[in-house]
């Protein structure tokens, strides 16, 4: 049979705010165990939450960014569970008037584009961490991460595949970080998902029953995690058997996922609005504030590449991943004035060749845009060729130094001088009468030894263009 | 001096009669004389006498604030920093606050001495101060009888004249009922008036903390020093806070009192009706206007409290968990073991009731039949006060139905406990403001006449106080053995 597979996804982006969504206390990562952690994060007797304005404002950029409804009146509410880390005993979400309604955002698989719809988004509390190793069988609580501000950001089920789902999360990922409202760190639990799998049999109109994958904190593993589900659940039902509605963990290392709980097992979370918070009123004046304020968002800056820039649709994607590498090309352009392809091509091929195996981020680029600008004008004007600038780009991230630099100090400035190439070929031809021969009798593929060899004596400096018309008018046939 | 008002005792401070440290030393006298009252869980006199220096020392410059020097206590649900806060519960039995309420934080402010913490139902849940874990509180007037609660010990220790003033919380009544039944005066302000920060929570949108004195005069002063916006409470409300002592005679010509006509129907026994109706009269006397006012919805009150104050509180009391402070019990197995015993040891009978009333009113295929529904009714009851208090100034009627009843009598019937507060319930689902204040006696137990009125009109309830005050003495009646 042939089996579709449905995903949705919940994703959870910690909001980049300085101070936790409910009290004055840092939400830095990495502190000591319970030094970022008030009276209010810890829950003592008499506490009250105090909504951090500013995570209500990026709330609303999410939002206008996935074009989605922005609530006119949002309410938190109290999910009650018992945990050791969860302090109070319940968490603060948001659960029948989240602050973000139905939007969309679109996700491009093998060059198609599609569309996927975002449920709602709403704001929440993350609880603290409950340590289990080196305490000697017991548990340690450490309730710096509780309080920080989360979006929990809900899709449809409308992704279709594995690589359908990263995707849209890398999507999201990229977006986040576009508007400035995550750090979009992942190791350090910054952006995290749960994804909802199903499996129904192509053509069958019905949802089969889910799966939910909690916490999946990288891309590779989120693809992985739910190949491995989609292949269990058509296993089971294939042999005659049915999907249990439960929530299930994926381990990494062992590539499979387990039961924790099922639906039976679930909690009643018992929500109800929290008498300690006054509902959220989302005024007109807020929303235009946060609307002056919105970025161009990456969908827009990539066709506006392709249309300003004529890239490709690859290239301008890439170059509009980022906001900080969108920034970058673009200033390289304005500073160097050359060919913007040739801008692009340096920036996605060399500076991201290097980037990327170095691990870094266009941020950290040991090369800044003005000095990468310096290197490509030098192309520009034929002081050097491509070729040799790529031995100078490797000489500019061993040091400082500019471009014009490096050329000077190495004498790697191109040849034009026609005399100077002529004596040079002149002698070459003079050298290798065999070849000339061949040539002379039809061989084409001859011509090619005489311009490496040019170049060769000329340690590539030669101008390549000025070779081929001398050569070529040395050895008429 | 011990049955001197604040307003008094604020003079005799600055006339030199006595100082702050003769005043405190003569209230801590008090407070170990009278220790079958069991009014105080805490009794901080090192710090009392030290800071009652301080306030010698200010009272000095001729700059203090009014209060400076003036002796009071706290209901033991307010956080008190370095002080043990209990809340009446065995739970928070080793708690010691590492913070000061926002009340506590201003009472200091204003120069007050706290002499100590209070006795009170467990986490305010109680109208006896029956389900404290510290013991009952015995009623000054009839050591057999209770004073009332939740704020019991507030009540019994300012009507046996063992501090001038003191703070309590009301929740459904919990500063009323004890004030009437205690033969005191006492205020809850408007929801959001006094901040709640640090105020241990029972049931967060109709918790509200106010003054317990003897006087009116002394409940504006009080007030005066804990009301006002706070930013560490969303639910206070920014507003500024009147001259609470300014309007204090203002003449009652013409003034508009509405009395429900459910208040006064069958249930209400005669001797109580008939202290009510004289107290009304010395109103007519003053040249009010009587005007018979309907709130239909009124009945429904006991209902949707019992259902939103559980749910609520339900909430409020999981972060008692036996992990972070309060009661641990020894050597849990696990953290099954360590939920159920610590909470099973460290809850009495009462709040475990309401937290399964509460939880049971969320469940799933529940809330909307009980806790959606009782939301409903309390509007429907706040419209009702709303449309009377559109023709009327005030609202006036009973506090309790009876007055102290017997230490023991009601325990074993919830429900018979629960319609104690079937006259004060309804102010606190509406958030509206309203006063107890001493209004005769029936069996020499002395009784209430509550006063009620618009959101923040807190000035023209005190002022409607204390002109009664000032044609009456009920308020200056001492309990015999305390005069």
Redesign the interface.
Same mark, same amino acid.
């Given at each position: 049979m042939q089996w579709e597979t449905v995903i949705g996804l919940e994703i959870h982006a910690q909001l980049a705010t300085k101070t936790k969504i409910f009290s004055g206390a840092a939400t830095a990562y990495g502190a000591e165990p319970n030094t970022q952690a008030c009276?209010v994060d !810890?829950? !003592?007797? %008499?506490?009250? &939450?105090? !909504?951090n304005q500013e995570v209500v404002r990026m709330a609303v950029k999410f939002g206008m960014a996935i074009d989605a409804h922005i609530a006119d009146y949002s309410v938190f509410a109290?999910k009650?569970y018992?945990y &050791?880390d969860l +302090?109070? %005993? @319940?968490q603060i979400s948001q659960m029948d008037h989240p602050i973000v309604g139905i939007g969309h955002l679109d996700i491009e698989v093998d060059g198609k584009t599609k569309r996927i719809g975002v449920t709602r988004a709403h704001l929440e509390e993350d609880a603290g961490k409950s340590l289990h190793e080196d305490f000697h069988g017991l548990?340690g609580?450490d309730l710096n991460r509780a309080g920080t501000p989360l979006l929990e950001i809900v899709s449809e089920p409308d992704m279709r595949s594995a690589q359908e789902a990263v995707a849209y999360m890398r999507k999201i990922h990229e977006l986040v970080q576009y508007l400035d409202i995550c750090d979009g760190n992942m190791q350090e639990g910054s952006f995290r998902c749960d994804a909802n799998v199903s499996v129904r049999p192509k053509g069958q109109a019905e949802y089969g029953t889910r799966t939910e994958l909690k916490n999946i904190n990288s891309f590779k593993f989120v693809e992985k995690a739910i190949n491995i589900e989609v292949e269990r659940q058509i296993d089971i039902i294939e042999a005659g058997g049915k999907i249990t509605q439960e929530t299930r963990l994926y381990d990494a290392d062992k590539n499979e996922t387990r039961s924790m709980r099922s639906k039976e097992e679930a909690n009643?979370y018992? @929500?109800?609005p929290d +008498?300690?918070? !006054?509902p959220v009123y989302i005024s007109d004046a807020l929303r235009a504030e946060v609307k002056a304020d919105l970025p161009e968002l990456p969908q827009i800056k990539k066709q506006r590449f392709i249309d300003t820039y004529q890239l490709d649709a690859e290239t301008a994607s890439t170059l509009s991943s980022s906001k900080e590498l969108a920034n970058y090309f673009e200033a390289l352009v304005k500073e160097s004035g050359c060919d913007t392809k040739i801008c692009s091509n340096w920036v996605t091929v060399e500076l991201l060749g290097v980037l990327n195996k170095q691990g870094l981020a266009i941020q950290q680029s040991p090369i800044s845009h003005t000095r990468l600008a310096g290197l490509l004008t030098r192309i520009a004007d034929n002081t050097i060729s491509g070729k040799i600038a790529k031995q100078v780009f490797a000489a500019m991230l061993a040091s400082d130094d500019s471009a014009d630099a490096i050329i000077e100090a190495q004498g790697l400035k191109q040849i034009t001088d026609s005399g100077a190439i002529e004596a040079i070929i002149d002698k070459i031809i003079a050298d290798n009468p065999n070849q000339v021969e061949q040539y002379l009798s039809g061989k084409d593929k001859v011509f090619g030894f005489f311009v490496g060899q040019t170049m060769k004596a000329s340690q590539g400096k030669a101008n390549p263009g000025e070779v081929n018309k001398i050569l070529q008018k040395k050895l008429k046939r | 001096m011990h049955t001197k008002t604040i307003a008094q005792l604020a003079k005799g401070l600055r006339a030199g009669d006595y100082s702050s440290q003769e005043l405190t030393a003569s209230y801590l006298a008090r407070i170990k004389q009278h220790t079958e009252l069991n009014s105080f869980i805490t009794v901080t006199e090192e710090q009392a006498l030290t800071v009652a220096k301080q306030a010698d020392m200010a009272l000095a410059t001729g700059n203090a604030p009014l209060l400076t020097g003036i002796p009071i206590a706290h209901k033991d649900i307010f956080c008190t920093q370095g002080v043990k806060t209990s809340c009446g519960s065995k739970m928070l039995d080793n708690f010691i606050a590492p913070y000061n309420a926002t009340v506590v934080e201003k009472l200091d402010t204003a120069g007050t001495v706290s002499l100590g913490k209070l006795n009170m139902d467990e986490f305010a849940m109680g109208s006896s101060n029956e389900t404290s874990f510290y013991g009952a509180v015995h009623n000054p007037w009839a050591s057999n009888t209770v004073p009332g609660g939740s704020s019991g010990g507030s009540a019994a220790a300012v009507a046996a004249r063992l501090i001038p003033g003191a703070t309590g919380t009301d929740t459904g009544g919990s500063i009323r009922q004890p004030a009437a039944l205690c033969g005191i005066t006492g205020l809850k302000p408007t929801y959001g008036r006094v901040s709640r920060f640090g105020m241990i929570a029972y049931a967060s949108s109709l918790d509200q903390g106010g003054p317990m004195t003897q006087t009116a005069e002394d409940a504006a002063l009080m007030l005066q020093a804990m009301a006002g916006f706070d930013a560490q409470d969303s639910t206070s409300v920014e507003r500024e806070v009147p001259d609470y002592s300014a309007g204090l005679n203002n003449s009652l010509q013409g003034l508009k009192i509405g009395l429900p006509k459910e208040f006064f129907d069958d249930g209400l026994n005669n001797d109580m009706a008939s202290c009510i109706e004289t107290a009304i009269n010395e109103y007519k006397k003053m040249g009010a206007e009587i005007i018979e006012v309907s709130m239909p919805n009124l009945k429904l009150a006991i209902p949707a409290y019992y259902v939103i104050a559980p749910a609520e509180c339900s909430a409020n009391l999981s972060r008692m968990d036996g992990v972070r402070f309060g009661h641990r019990c020894t050597d849990p197995v696990d953290l099954n073991d360590l939920y159920i015993r610590s909470r099973g040891e460290g809850f009495g009978t009462e709040v475990k009731r309401r937290i399964l009333v509460g939880t049971y009113a969320l469940s799933e295929g529940y809330y909307d039949a009980y806790y959606i529904k009782a939301q409903k009714i309390r509007r429907l009851i706040s419209d009702d006060f709303k449309r009377a208090l559109q023709e009327v100034d005030v609202i006036m009627g009973p506090v309790s139905p009876s007055p102290a009843f017997g230490i023991g009598e009601k325990t074993s019937d919830p429900i018979e406990m629960y319609l104690a507060d079937i006259y004060t319930i309804a102010i606190n689902l509406a958030g509206l403001p309203a006063m107890s204040i001493p209004a005769g006696f029936i069996d020499n137990k002395p009784i209430g006449l509550q006063i009620i009125g618009n959101y923040f009109a807190e000035d023209k309830l005190l002022n409607v106080a204390h002109q009664y005050q000032q044609v009456t003495d009920w308020h200056q009646q001492t309990p015999q053995g305390f005069a």
């Open positions: 009276a !810890l829950g !003592l007797p %008499g506490v009250l &939450p105090v !909504l109290r009650n018992f &050791p +302090p109070k %005993g @319940y548990t609580i009643d018992r @929500y109800f +008498p300690d918070l !006054l | -």
